[in-house]
Nanobody
Framework: QVQLVESGGGLVQAGGSLRLSCAVSGRTSSRYRMGWFRQAPGKERAFVAAKGWTDSNTYYADSVKGRFTISRDNAKNTMYLQMNSLNPEDTAVYFC??????????????????WGQGTQVTVSS
């Protein structure tokens, strides 16, 4: 089984930056698609970004495009989400996820097989 553990969340002022990390352990595949999702209070879990573990394709929600960057360090088995120019609407619990089948439906949470427990990101105005 694959285990995912997020870290790096916290409280930041609007306009600030955070980098989230997702440590991946267990039996993994280089073909896994990795994704970031977030869930704000009272909202559905929403797609943020996705990236193949070994491919160069990246995808971003319109709401974060140009501000967030998804990346990976395969040697460290870690995925990152660099978040810049944060605003209060980015406040949410952020989850990393892995899709073992590398589905084309990168935006859909139901296609991901493994999930972390989430890390809270709070952006104050």
């Amino acid at each position: 089984q694959v285990q995912l553990v997020e870290s790096g969340g916290g409280l930041v002022q609007a306009g600030g930056s955070l980098r989230l990390s997702c440590a991946v352990s267990g039996r993994t595949s280089s073909r896994y698609r990795m994704g970031w999702f977030r869930q704000a209070p009272g909202k559905e879990r929403a797609f943020v970004a996705a990236k193949g573990w070994t491919d160069s394709n990246t995808y971003y929600a319109d709401s974060v495009k140009g501000r967030f960057t998804i990346s990976r360090d395969n040697a460290k088995n870690t995925m990152y989400l660099q978040m810049n120019s944060l605003n209060p609407e980015d406040t949410a619990v952020y989850f990393c996820a892995a899709d073992k089948d590398s589905s084309i439906h990168y935006w859909a949470s139901e296609w991901y097989d493994y999930w972390g427990q989430g890390t809270q990101v709070t952006v104050s105005s």
